[in-house]
């Protein structure tokens, strides 16, 4: 099983950025996949955004594109949203996600973080 780690959320106004860390351990190569997602207040949780480790394909939510990067870092096994251009409706619950497959479907994704919150002030 991975476990990850999320780091890097906080208050930030309008307009601002964040980053996003996600410290992964015990990963495989059954788990090339790292989603991001979010659960805004009184919302089910969506999908962001999220990249492969092998060859560094991304995916984005319509939502995000243009304003949020997704990276990763092979030799420290982290993974990384870049949030720039942040918006009151951004305000969420972050996650990480490890799957085998890059797809926006929460089901594929068997090992999650804990989660950090990141609040967008207007």
């Known amino acids: 099983q991975v476990q990850l780690v999320e780091s890097g959320g906080g208050l930030v106004q309008a307009g601002g950025s964040l980053r996003l860390s996600c410290a992964a351990s015990?990963?495989?190569?059954?788990?090339?996949?790292m989603g991001w997602f979010r659960q805004p207040p009184g919302k089910e949780r969506e999908f962001v955004a999220g990249?492969?480790?092998?060859?560094?394909?991304?995916l984005y939510a319509d939502s995000v594109k243009g304003r949020f990067t997704v990276s990763r870092d092979k030799a420290k096994n982290t993974a990384y949203v870049q949030m720039n251009s942040l918006k009151p409706e951004d305000t969420a619950v972050y996650y990480c996600?490890?799957?085998?497959?890059?797809?926006?479907?929460?089901?594929?994704?068997?090992?999650w973080g804990q989660g950090t919150q990141v609040t967008v002030s207007s």
């Open positions: 990249i492969t480790w092998s060859v560094g394909n991304t």
């Open positions: 015990g990963r495989t190569f059954a788990s090339d996949a």
């Open positions: 996600a490890a799957g085998a497959v890059l797809t926006t479907v929460q089901r594929y994704y068997n090992s």
